[in-house]
Every structure is written in structure tokens, then in C-alpha cells.
């Protein structure tokens, strides 16, 4: 027994010191590490998760964004507008097919968007007023208003998919995607993996599409990894050839292995920390403890402690990459850490040493930013507890002031308007704003930024500055994207993606 | 027999419904609104009324409950998710073979180290190998789950390239590690079960009688004490297994495997309130045709039992059972 | 709560010479003794924490970050800079209380409707077992989360799910120990001599069917620290900054490679009282076999 013993540790000693990590096999399959898989091929899905990798490879849409964040042509061809943004007219291409040999026209584009409408998922489509066919491959489409980047949106967002196959699926396309996409989705596995394949019956030839996804990969694996310790075991072992978007203390491993290539991209969302606008919440009315709150916020070592460094401090509340955002409110100053002033500014104020609250997100660094931030608030004599709820919580209370004092939260969106929208029109929501404020004079700032006209560096500054003099909302920081992939798959002509980070699929690849 | 079992069979209706009562019931004191989770964080008001109409969210409590039991034990039909639309009985057939197989494998594991180790322990009672199988026995309760299966990947995986760290394509091979990972607690009862249960047959008379006749001590133990020893471990195995099937969502989510437990802790956070439902109810089935087995398989190894099963006082015998 | 003051009470004679001898039992048992000063020493230091920790837990240091064990920081410091020692110091109150609370909770909530089971037999019994079994037949993981969720996270709210989650099987296991007891003579005396049954179900029947729940509740107790960190690992559980220790080890799981005593200490802490009540418990076992009396 005892020799047993001592046999079988000696081997296992002797292996784990004479091992070796196994390459990853040359199959062809770009194999790529995400953190979310969609639970369903449903076309119609709402806002969660909408910039993950994988989205313009599972169905074509009319338009896209190139990395230029200029709109292509994609499934249209192209399109114009007569009344300043009101009515668009919009002309599909010739002899569109999807996987099952249906011809996409007008018809289905129209009954696309209107079917998006009824469904009322995504807001944009909210915006609608009609969509009308005018010809086999035309149809009209009227919006409410003309606010900028809503009708790039509705051409992103508007997919390749067609009536007859739609109704044709059991689920709705809950389990298996007929799109007119060049990739077939072939063996998907609910919130866990899929693969997409190239299929020959590819509509047009490959070259005629746009260069922004052109793809240049036979056939791509997407995996789900939630753990992030795995994601980088899985790029180590091979199991995956590239990771996306990885947590950033894991990403940061592999800089500077020549084994790996990693690329860091300014994040497209930041991290926000917007101030309750409920009056039973001690922030909403008293702007001195808000500002002593945002001077109270050490941003740079915010950024050391959760993104290790790797992250840049916000000049507006939102990020440097959407369109609108000035770079000379870099040369502002933007709430700079002074914990001396943050104290006089609560003595200022009205607070009484109530217990402020912070809302966030129990998942990922939200939890630890929380904690980040109750120390420094504590330094400034701000009474803080966290409740770090879980998403169908947050979901629930997030509109609702009177649920939190703070709330953290990551804004999208490709302009900044499509942020300044969801968050601070006192009219988006039954209960005001995104924080049940009621801030009309702020109204009425966005308002005049909302026409193509209108979206003017002055106005955009007007609405900047308001945010931040009356500082009810606070961008903490903007953390790095981390994209790593295996060195010896040859990445090589980089294409970027409207996120400004790797869009793998349009790569070219030498050693996969 | 054939009786007992149909009548067993019979007493699983009022539990499964009961079991189908009580979730329901449960899942509608959760906070949040379904529709508004299905519809996400941008949804405008008329489309959450809408939804929420559309989900029968705004009938009383009762009629939603009534419909949904009819729906299930009437027209035996689980529904589709809210979120994705996909039948949930097809989903459960795609998963549940997946935590089944990662179960199988697991309580293999368990009682395949477990009981050799509890019978070190007992025949070498109070000796060095009983100490060591003890302690190591309770060191696997005391580990937490997952920082062990990160440990494992860390070294069957990325130093010694042995195993998958995660995922289930490279089929059984993939179920290692999680098992392994998976089994130190049930490896660890079984361990000190078998041990102790094996004391208390090598202490009793026909034991002693068997070695004074001169059979060989490797022969008490394989042929006598083993065989009477292992009835304990059997009801064990029943219940573990009803367990772990129910339980296994943590491992599934480090070995990123897409089985029963990630699917109904993704619906629970979703409110997905069919697929919760329905997902329990059918590990509740499970568990209960599970336990039904024990039962058979305890009166296929204790020939007492069977005996009390086939005779008249049934019902006694089922409480003696389960308690 | 009300059965064990009365007993204690009324019948203190015998109950201590029962404990005297239980706990005689014990001490002759290595590693009992072993598992209780283990236990004992870190309820003294959960209770002492906030005087013996040497830094504030949530005091950060962001120029401390990840710093690995030192004379300054024993065990090292966590992701902000903290000091993982006093975390994990006063992680014990949460952690241990939280263990405590949850398992006395259920116990007392499961006795009570094992008893009345029990006790009265016939229909009650029928109707109260059939709900442990629909119970019982959901996955007990399943239902913690469930149960969570319902509830919302936080320290008490987490407790309330635990214990719910121990409730069935403590009645199962009375209600067995219960019929078992009631064959018994001096029952039969008591209910002859028209006792209330109140009082025969707290004098007599409880009492006797103590042991096996004692046991069962030490082992509870260990079974409820690993379920706690397996909700933290889910997310739900207690809101940080408490540094419970399930907590600390699921929230600190993705530095696992690049700072792994940030895991490995709230890991042991975990590991440790774990086998402590399991020692205890498996000497307790033995202490209380009446086949052990001699």
C-alpha cells in the first residue's frame, strides 16, 4: 500500500514537471472565445449584448458601420432622403437569397422592420412612423423624428431575413437561422458554442461586399467562457485561437509573451455613476454633493485598481469613441481628485450623514468598483452601502430614482446621442429620465441636438457642459478592450469593427 | 413487486404536481417583471404592457397557476422559454444528457475511489492507512468546489495537457476533470459510509463466525462483510445522485458545460419562469425514479426487504424506507 | 428554542449527567478534541476581530495591490490593496454566523414540524410528509437559488434561504428518530397518566431524539459555509464589502494564477472549519452511540 502511495505520487510529480502544453491543432477553424453566446438565432433580440463579435456574421443587415463609423451599403444599395432626415427611400440589391433559396425583397424588409416595431425590443424602432414598399426592391420609410444616427441604427439593426423562412421555423428561429448571410449556422448549442460555416450558395460573390465584412474565414467557432481565469487557460491549451473582449487582469498576461499578440483598444462604453433625480434621494436636488462626490473620486487609482492602469480617464460623462465626442474637453478639467474640496463642498451641502446607496450589477468588476468607490466617498465623510443586485433587479429598478442614490452603469452607443437618449430626456420614460430626474431645461439642450442640423459642435458643447456643471451624471473611466490571439495563426491585414477593436472574422489568417 | 412499483409510480403524480405548485408559486414572488427582463433595459412602456399581456402576467394568480398545471399534466406540454421561444422539452433532451453523463461519471468516480478507500480504513482500523483515507477523505468536504477544478485544469490541463480544461467536444474524455472535481464531497461521505457500515458488519457474530471457521480474510471481507456492508452505500448512491443532478451548476459554469444546472440558473436570473419550472420538475422526476430504483436495488441485495415489499404491510415499509 | 430551556430547567439533573458523560465521551475522542479547540479558537477570534485585526478590512491600498504575504500583511493583500488577514479575521463573524445562524434556524423550524409529525401520527404525519417529499424532490441547490432570489441578496436574506434549504431533512430525521422512541414504555407511561402532549413532546420525545440531530446539525453547519460560497459564486449571498469568505474566494477566482493566495487563504479558512466540525461531529457521533456506552 505504502509503495502504491509513494509510485503513484513520484508519477504525477514527474508529469506535472515534464509536461508540455499541447498546440492547437491546424484545422482551418478560426476558434474564438467570447464571454456570452446568444441563448437563441432569433433575429429580433434586444439591446443586451447587441456589439458582441459574432452578430454580422449571423445575419446581414441593410447597413453597416465600417470602422470609419461611416454607413455602408450592405443588403440596400442605397438610399436617400428628400425632407432633411423625415423620409428615406431605400433601394435593396438585385437577386438577395438566404440559405433556404427565398428572395429577399422590399416585402420582407418591410415586414422586418414592422415586425421590429411590433416587438418594440429595441427603441430605435420606436421612432418609426411607416414603412411602406414602393417597388419589388424599394420601399419608403418615415420617421417620427429626425434625430441623428436613428435611421444608421434602424439600417444596422434591420436584418436579412425572410418572411417565408421565419415562418417556416418552429421557434422562431430560437435553435436554427436560415439568414441571407454568407456564413450558415451549423451546430449551435444554446449559451454555450456555435460554428458558422461559408456556404457556397452564397447570394453574390464575396467581393461585392462591403470590405468591413468581407469574411475571410471558412468556418469560425464561437465558444461561451464566463469564467475568466478559463478564457486564458482555453487560448493557452488551444482550445480557442483567439479570446475577445477578455477581463482585463487576464488579458494583461499575455503582453509581451511573443506567444501572443495583444491588441488594447479604448473601450466604447466607459463606466458611468449616475446620481438618483428622484427628489426622495439626497443627490437629486443638491448639485454641491454631487460635485463633492465626483471631486472626491480618485480616478487615476481607479484605474489602477481595477484596470491595473489599463484604462483612461473620461473627460465628458461619456466615451471618447462615439461620434460627437470632442477632443478639446481633454484640456478641461473634469472633477480632478481633491478630497480638501470634496470635504468643504458636503459641508456646503445639505447632506446630514445619511447612508447613500450605490446600485450595481453583482457580476464582473462591477462589485469591486462599488467597493472602489465607497472608500473614497467614506474619505469624504459620504456615508455609502453597496447593493450589488443581480441583472433581473437591476433591470427591474433601474429607471426608478427612488431605488438607489448612485447607480454604475456602462452607456452604448455609436453617437453620443443614442446615450444622451436612453439617459437624460426627461420624456423617455413614465418616470422622467434614466433616474427619474425631470430636467427639462437639459430637455430642451438635447432637443436642439437632435436634427442633422443640429448635431453641431456648439450644441453637443452645451449639453456637454451642462452634464457636467450640474454633474448628475460622472464618467469614472473608460477601461481597455483586451483582444489576444496565438501569435502562430499569422494574423494579418487587420479589420476593425465600428467598436474599434479586431473584427476577427474579416481577418486574414496564415497559420490557422 | 410489480405492485409496489406501479404504486410508487403512482405516488410520484402528487409529488411531481406538488413540486410544480411550489415553484410556480415561488417564481412569482421573485422581484422583477418577466416582460420587462425578456424585452430588456430600453423597452418602452406600451411594449412592457403589451408583453406583459402577452405572458398572462396580468391574470390572478390563480388561473395562471390553473393553466399552467393543465398545460403540464394535462396536455403534458412544458411550453417554449420565454427568452428564446425553443421548446423546453427539446432543451431538456439536448442538456440533460449532459449533466446526466457528467453525474455518471462523477458518482463512478466517487464510489470507485470511495469504497476501496472506506474498506482500507475499516480492515486496517485505527492504523495509519485508516488515519490517512480519513483525512484525506475530509479534505475533499472541505475544499470548495471550484477553486479545486481550477487547480485540476491548472494542472491536467495547462502544465501536463492531458485533459480538456473545459467544453464537452472531446466527448467522455471531456467529463474528467468536472467529475473529478465534482466528486470529492460524494467521494468523501461514500468513504467514511463504507467505512463505518464495514465496522459495524466486521464486529458482528457471523463475521467472527466465518473467521473461525477458517475462511480467508480476504474472503470475509470480499464475500460477507462487503456484500451486507454496501446496503447503506446503495440508498447513498440514490440520494447522491438526486443531488448532484440538481447541483451541479457551479462546475458546469467553471467547465463552461451546457447542461440542466446552467440552464435553469441562467432562466432562474432571466425569470424565465417556464423553463425554471419546467426544469425542475423533471429533475424532481428524475429524482424521484432515481430513488424508486434504491429502493429496488435494496431489496435486490437484501433479500429481507424484498420480502417486506412483497408482503402486506407496504406502506410501513416505504416510510422505513425513506426515512 | 422553547424545548431546550424548558428541559434544561426542569430535568437538569439528568440532562447534565447525560452531558457530563457525553462530553467525557468525547474528549477521549483525538479528533473531536481537535476539531472543538479548532472551532473554539476561531469563534474567540471572530469574536476579538475587530480588536486584534491589524488593519481596517476595507481599509485599500492601491499600492498594496496583490502584495503577496509579508511580515506587514500575513497573508498578503487582496485586489485593492486590503489586507487579507483582518478579512478574513472578521470574515469569520459572517462566515461562522452565517453557518450557525442558517443550520440553528433550520433545525429549530425542522424539529418543530418533525415533531409535530411525529407525534401525532395518522393524517398530520401523511400531510406534513408528503410536503418534505415534494420538498425534497427539488434539487436542494435548485431551491437555495430559488429561494435567494425570491428573497434578494444580503447577509440575513442569505441565512433565510439557507435555512430553508435544511428545514426538510431535519423534520425527516426527527420524525424517524421519533417513531422509534415512542415504542418506548415510559412514552406509553406518560400518555397513560394523561401528560399534555405538549409536555411529552418536549420532556420526553425530543430529548431522547436528540443525538443523531446534534450530529446532523455540526455536520449541517460545515454543509452550509461550502453552500454559502457556492451562492457568492452565483452571485447572490452577502453584499461586499463583508468579506465572508465564500465571498472572498469566488470574488477573488479570475487572479486564481496571478495572485493565488488572494484564493488560497479564504479557501483554507473555509477548509479548516470544515474539517473541524466534521472532526466534531464524527466524535460527537461516537459520544452520543448509546452502543458506545459502556
Known amino acids: ?512 | 413487486m410489480i405492485r409496489y412499483v406501479l404504486k410508487r409510480i403512482l405516488w410520484m403524480i402528487p409529488i411531481v404536481l406538488g413540486v410544480a405548485i411550489l415553484v410556480f408559486t415561488l417564481m412569482t414572488f421573485c422581484p422583477g417583471n418577466p416582460a420587462e427582463i425578456i424585452l430588456g433595459s430600453t423597452a418602452t412602456e406600451d411594449a412592457l404592457l403589451a408583453k406583459t399581456e402577452e405572458l398572462g402576467l396580468n391574470d390572478p394568480f390563480l388561473v395562471r397557476l390553473g393553466n399552467y398545471l393543465v398545460d403540464v399534466f394535462i396536455k403534458r406540454d412544458l411550453g417554449a422559454s420565454w427568452a428564446t421561444n425553443v421548446s423546453i422539452m427539446t432543451s431538456i433532451g439536448e442538456r440533460l444528457p449532459r449533466t446526466l453523463t457528467l453525474t455518471l461519471v462523477t458518482l463512478f468516480l466517487a464510489f470507485g475511489l470511495g469504497i476501496p478507500l472506506g474498506i482500507v480504513a475499516a480492515t486496517h482500523q485505527n492504523q495509519w492507512q485508516d488515519s490517512l483515507s480519513m483525512v484525506f477523505a475530509l479534505i475533499g468536504v472541505a475544499i470548495p468546489n471550484f477553486w479545486l477544478g481550477l487547480m485540476f485544469v491548472l494542472l491536467f490541463s495547462v502544465r501536463l495537457g492531458w485533459l480538456p480544461s473545459m467544453g464537452i467536444s472531446d466527448g467522455l474524455k471531456s467529463y474528467i476533470l468536472p467529475a473529478a472535481t465534482a466528486m470529492m464531497g460524494a467521494f468523501a461521505t461514500c468513504a467514511r459510509q463504507t467505512r463505518s457500515s464495514m465496522l459495524e458488519v466486521i464486529r458482528s457474530d457471523y463475521i467472527t463466525t466465518a473467521r473461525s471457521k477458517g475462511v480467508p480474510e480476504r474472503d470475509v471481507i470480499v464475500k460477507h462483510a462487503l456484500k451486507n456492508g454496501l446496503i447503506p452505500i446503495i440508498t447513498m448512491f440514490g440520494s447522491t445522485f438526486g443531488h448532484m443532478l440538481g447541483g451541479m451548476m457551479i462546475i458546469e459554469t467553471v467547465f463552461a458545460i451546457p447542461g440542466m444546472g446552467t440552464y435553469i440558473i441562467t432562466a432562474v436570473n432571466n425569470r424565465d419562469y417556464p423553463v425554471v419550472q419546467g426544469g425542475t420538475i423533471f429533475l424532481a422526476i428524475t429524482f424521484s425514479l432515481c430513488m424508486l430504483i434504491v429502493d429496488l436495488l435494496y431489496a435486490a441485495v437484501d433479500p429481507r426487504i424484498k420480502a417486506q415489499y412483497e408482503g402486506q404491510n407496504k406502506k410501513k415499509i416505504k416510510k422505513e424506507a425513506e426515512a | 428554542m422553547i424545548a431546550e430551556t424548558s428541559v434544561q430547567t426542569r430535568k437538569k439533573p439528568r440532562k447534565n449527567s447525560e452531558f457530563l458523560r457525553v462530553m467525557k465521551q468525547l474528549s477521549r475522542n483525538k479528533t473531536a478534541v481537535i476539531g472543538l479547540v479548532i472551532l473554539l479558537i476561531e469563534i474567540v477570534l471572530a469574536i476579538l476581530a475587530p480588536y486584534i485585526a491589524p488593519y481596517d478590512y476595507t481599509e485599500m491600498d492601491f499600492m498594496n495591490m496583490f502584495a503577496t504575504p509579508s511580515k506587514a500583511h500575513l497573508f498578503g493583500c487582496d485586489d485593492l490593496g486590503r489586507d487579507i488577514f483582518s478579512r478574513i479575521l472578521i470574515g469569520a463573524r459572517y462566515s461562522l454566523s452565517c453557518g450557525i445562524l442558517a443550520t440553528l434556524i433550520g433545525t429549530v423550524i425542522g424539529m418543530a414540524i418533525g415533531a409535530i409529525a411525529g407525534f401525532f401520527g395518522g393524517k398530520t404525519d401523511n400531510i406534513i410528509m408528503r410536503i418534505l417529499d415534494v420538498i425534497q424532490a427539488i434539487p436542494g441547490m435548485v431551491m437555495m437559488i430559488v429561494m435567494s432570489a425570491v428573497l434578494g441578496p444580503g447577509f440575513i436574506n442569505t441565512i433565510i434561504a439557507m435555512a430553508f434549504g435544511t428545514i426538510a431533512g431535519m423534520a425527516r430525521m426527527l420524525r424517524a428518530q421519533m417513531l422509534k422512541v415512542r415504542e418506548n414504555e415510559y412514552i406509553e407511561a406518560s400518555v397513560s397518566i394523561n401528560c399534555s402532549k405538549a409536555r411529552i413532546i418536549l420532556d420526553h420525545l425530543i430529548p431522547n431524539c436528540m443525538s443523531p440531530m446534534i450530529v446532523q446539525a455540526t455536520m449541517g453547519v460545515a454543509q452550509t459555509i461550502t453552500t454559502a460560497s457556492g451562492l457568492s459564486f452565483i452571485g447572490l449571498g452577502v453584499q461586499p464589502p463583508a468579506p465572508e469568505w465564500g465571498a472572498m474566494l469566488s470574488g477573488s477566482r479570475q487572479f486564481i494564477r496571478q495572485a493565488p493566495h488572494l484564493v488560497i487563504f479564504p479557501g483554507l479558512a473555509i477548509a479548516v472549519t470544515v474539517l473541524a466540525l466534521n472532526m466534531m461531529g464524527d466524535g460527537l457521533r461516537d459520544a452520543l452511540d448509546p452502543k458506545l456506552k459502556n
Open chain 1, 1 to 512: 500500500m505504502k509503495k502504491l502511495f509513494s509510485i503513484l505520487l513520484a508519477a504525477i510529480v514527474a508529469l506535472a514537471l515534464f509536461g508540455t502544453v499541447l498546440a492547437a491543432p491546424k484545422d482551418g477553424v478560426l476558434d474564438i472565445a467570447y464571454s456570452i453566446v446568444p441563448d437563441s438565432l432569433t433575429p429580433f433580440r434586444p439591446e443586451v449584448n447587441r456589439d458582441a463579435p459574432y452578430f454580422t456574421q449571423i445575419c446581414e443587415s441593410l447597413g453597416v458601420f465600417n470602422s470609419d463609423k461611416v454607413l455602408e451599403p450592405w443588403l440596400a444599395k442605397s438610399w436617400n432622403t428628400d425632407d432633411n432626415g423625415f423620409t428615406y427611400t431605400v433601394e435593396l440589391r438585385e437577386g438577395i437569397k438566404d440559405s433556404a433559396g427565398n428572395p429577399f425583397t422590399a416585402d420582407d424588409a418591410v415586414w422586418f422592420i414592422q415586425e421590429s416595431v411590433a416587438r418594440a425590443l429595441k427603441p430605435v424602432y420606436n421612432k418609426i412612423e411607416s414603412v411602406e414598399k414602393t417597388g419589388d426592391l424599394t420601399f419608403e420609410l418615415k420617421l417620427k423624428s429626425n434625430i441623428v444616427g436613428t435611421f444608421e441604427k434602424i439600417m444596422t439593426e434591420s436584418y436579412g431575413i425572410t418572411k417565408a423562412s421565419f415562418e417556416a421555423s418552429p421557434d422562431e428561429f430560437g435553435s436554427s437561422l436560415v439568414s441571407t448571410s454568407p456564413y450558415a449556422v451549423t451546430n449551435f448549442v444554446a449559451s454555450s458554442e456555435f460554428t458558422m460555416e461559408l456556404r457556397e450558395d452564397y447570394w453574390q460573390a464575396l467581393e461585392d461586399m462591403p470590405a468591413c465584412v468581407r469574411p475571410t474565414v471558412a468556418k469560425v467557432h464561437y465558444v461561451q467562457i464566463a469564467e475568466a481565469s478559463q478564457m486564458g487557460i482555453a487560448l493557452e491549451t488551444g482550445v480557442v485561437d483567439m479570446v475577445m473582449r477578455m477581463p482585463i487582469a487576464t488579458g494583461m498576461q499575455y503582453e509581451g509573451n511573443p506567444a501572443y499578440t495583444v491588441e488594447k483598444t479604448s473601450g466604447h462604453q466607459g463606466y458611468q455613476l449616475f446620481f438618483s433625480g428622484a427628489d426622495t434621494s439626497p443627490v437629486a436636488n443638491d448639485q454641491k454633493l454631487r460635485q463633492a462626490i465626483a471631486y472626491s473620486i480618485n480616478n487615476e487609482a481607479l484605474i489602477q485598481a481595477l484596470a491595473y492602469g489599463n484604462g483612461e480617464p473620461l473627460y465628458d460623462v461619456h466615451s471618447p469613441v462615439m461620434i460627437g465626442y470632442n477632443p478639446k474637453w481633454e484640456n478641461e478639467e473634469n472633477y480632478p481628485y481633491d478630497l480638501a474640496k470634496a470635504k468643504q463642498l458636503v459641508a456646503e451641502s445639505d447632506y446630514k450623514g445619511q447612508t447613500l446607496s450605490i446600485l450595481c450589477s453583482g457580476n464582473g468588476d462591477m462589485p469591486r468598483m462599488a467597493q472602489v468607490l465607497q472608500a473614497f466617498m467614506m474619505q469624504a465623510g459620504i456615508n455609502v452601502e453597496i447593493n450589488a443586485a443581480e441583472m433581473a433587479y437591476i433591470v427591474a429598478n433601474r429607471l426608478d430614482g427612488t431605488k438607489y442614490d448612485m447607480f454604475i452603469n456602462t452607456i452604448g452607443g455609436v453617437y453620443l446621442a443614442d446615450a444622451w437618449a436612453i439617459r437624460y430626456d426627461p420624456n423617455a420614460y413614465s418616470t422622467g429620465d434614466g433616474t427619474s430626474r425631470h430636467d427639462y431645461v437639459l430637455g430642451d439642450l438635447l432637443y436642439e441636438t437632435w436634427t442633422p442640423e443640429g448635431y453641431t459642435e456648439e450644441n453637443i458643447d452645451k449639453v456637454h457642459n451642462y452634464l457636467k456643471e450640474s454633474c448628475i451624471a460622472y464618467g469614472l473611466y473608460n477601461p481597455y478592450n483586451y483582444c489576444a490571439w496565438r501569435t502562430d495563426i499569422g494574423l494579418t491585414n487587420e479589420v476593425y469593427s465600428v467598436s474599434q477593436h479586431i473584427a476577427p472574422t474579416y481577418c486574414t489568417y496564415t497559420g490557422l
